[in-house]
């Protein structure tokens, strides 16, 4: 997913300070728990660790870093919805299991009835990426093909209901196009194939792909969002080529156990506040195409309750059965 100078230069730098008894500039022994829902090494599992060393010195604890993947996130939440609500366990949630899942599957949690919002960290756009074998040079010759013969252009995702697989739909009813959508079981499958030549297209996070985009592999035509992105600055957005509301965009907030009390949520939300005013985040969030988005907890809880209408109306549409 990632070349590995990249790899070893950002995951070694984020996981030594959480290694060892004096983990992340601890100033006295409590420990807290940072849940991620992402698996080692991903460009999420990166953002989370960056974050909680730069917390760890504002709360004056050491911040561990608990990797619990799987079920497209819904085992880290409702792992983190479990724990004791006293601030030692902190979740960084982000829009498929605090949004889409409760929507599409059975879980154990309960966004809204389980957790307090804390702020809103981050946010990413989608970039849109073909095989670079195909003939396609623009958004607006892959639209004009897609709409001379309808369904003949695939595109990949790594599951029915991600952020890729509801961005395709979106993009078919925003231009009057009809794609073909191909699931896999995530996203690196999905990529893996597009390289391969097996499908034509995908939505995908841009650090991922950035190598092959860079090696002529891959071929960018297009991303999500109101502006261009640092990693990828001469490719357009959607709007720009006159595709307007392609607004598919990850996002990751910080929540704690609904419970917990005042004194520790405001310190967890002081320290979010500081560790986001770091340059040095900015600048390695930055590397993972990530963009910096601080806002408070009514802000994070007024986002996920939009979003949740929002794909609740998409689902509807698109026709997804909840399992």
């Known amino acids: 997913m990632f070349r590995r100078s990249f790899i070893r230069g950002m995951f070694g730098a984020a996981l030594l300070p959480f290694t060892g008894p004096k983990a992340a500039l601890a100033q006295d022994n409590r420990i807290v728990k940072l849940v991620l829902t992402f698996p080692v090494g991903g460009s999420s599992d990166l953002m989370g660790r960056i974050l909680a060393q730069q ?40 829009l498929g299991p605090m949004v889409v899942n409760p929507l599409l599957n059975k879980v154990t949690y309960d966004p809204v009835k389980d957790f307090m919002p804390v702020a809103l960290v981050a946010t990413a ?48 009813r925003i231009t009057g196009t009809r794609f073909t959508h191909v699931p896999y079981k995530g996203g690196i499958a999905a990529t893996n194939d597009l390289l391969g030549g097996q499908i034509d297209m995908i939505l995908a996070n841009p650090q991922p792909v950035l190598s092959h985009i860079q090696s002529g592999r891959l071929r960018a035509l297009a991303v999500t969002g109101s502006k261009r992105i640092g990693l990828l600055p001469d490719v357009r957005t959607f709007e720009e080529q006159g595709v307007a509301g392609m607004d598919a965009i990850d996002w990751w907030g910080i929540y704690v156990p609904t419970g917990t009390p005042k004194v520790e949520f405001d310190k967890i939300l002081d320290a979010v506040r500081r560790a986001l005013d770091s340059q040095d985040l900015k600048n390695r969030y930055a590397e993972l195409g990530v963009d910096v988005r601080f806002s408070g907890p009514d802000e994070l809880r007024d986002l996920a309750a939009q979003e949740t209408e929002k794909y609740r109306k998409l689902i509807k549409e698109i026709g997804i059965q909840a399992s």
């Open 125 to 172: 756009p989608a970039v849109l990426v073909i095989n670079a074998g195909l003939p396609y040079k623009s958004l607006s010759d892959l639209i004009a093909a897609a709409k001379a013969t309808p369904n003949s252009i695939n595109y990949g995702s790594g599951g029915a209901g991600t952020l890729a697989h509801f961005g395709g739909e979106v993009m078919s």
């Open 55 to 94: 917390m760890a010195g504002a709360l004056g604890a050491n911040v561990i870093v608990d990797n619990r993947p799987g079920a497209a996130g819904s085992i880290g939440v409702a792992l983190a919805a479990r724990q004791a609500a006293d601030g030692t366990t902190i979740l960084l949630g982000n």
